[in-house]
C-alpha cells in the first residue's frame, strides 16, 4: 500500500504563537502515524513560487494522511495557527515502484 504525505510551504509570522501549534499538532500526528521526513532546514528554490518554509510528513498510507487533517484535534491545532502564520498543502498519495523495477 502506498503511503501519504502532507507537502507544505508556508511562512510563520509569529514562532512564539506558532509553537502553540506545534504543540497541538503533536497528539493528532503521533495517532495516525505522521513523520517528519522535512521540517524547515536549508533549502534553494529552483523553479517556481513557494513560500519560505517546507514541510513533509509521511503517513502508512494516503487514508492516514487525510484522517489525520480531517480530525478533530487536527482541526482545533489549525486553529492555533491561523493569523499568525500562511501555508499551503497539498495531500498525496505515494508512488510504489511495479515489481521488478
Not at 16 to 30: G, I, Q, S, T
Not at 44 to 64: C, M, N, S, W
Not at 94 to 100: D, I, S, V
Request: proline share 6%.
Amino acid at each position: 500500500m502506498a503511503k501519504g504525505y502532507w507537502i507544505a510551504h508556508g511562512r510563520v509570522d509569529d514562532p512564539e504563537a506558532y509553537d502553540l501549534y506545534r504543540a497541538a499538532n503533536a497528539a493528532p500526528l503521533a495517532e495516525y502515524g505522521g513523520r517528519f521526513l522535512v521540517r524547515g532546514g536549508a533549502r534553494e528554490l529552483v523553479e517556481g513560487d513557494a513560500k519560505p518554509r517546507t514541510v513533509v510528513i509521511e503517513f502508512p498510507d494516503y487514508d492516514a494522511a487525510l484522517s489525520c487533517y480531517r480530525s478533530p484535534a487536527y482541526q482545533a491545532a489549525i486553529e492555533l495557527r491561523r493569523g499568525i502564520s500562511e501555508s499551503d498543502l497539498v495531500i498525496c498519495e505515494g508512488w510504489t515502484a511495479p515489481e521488478g523495477h
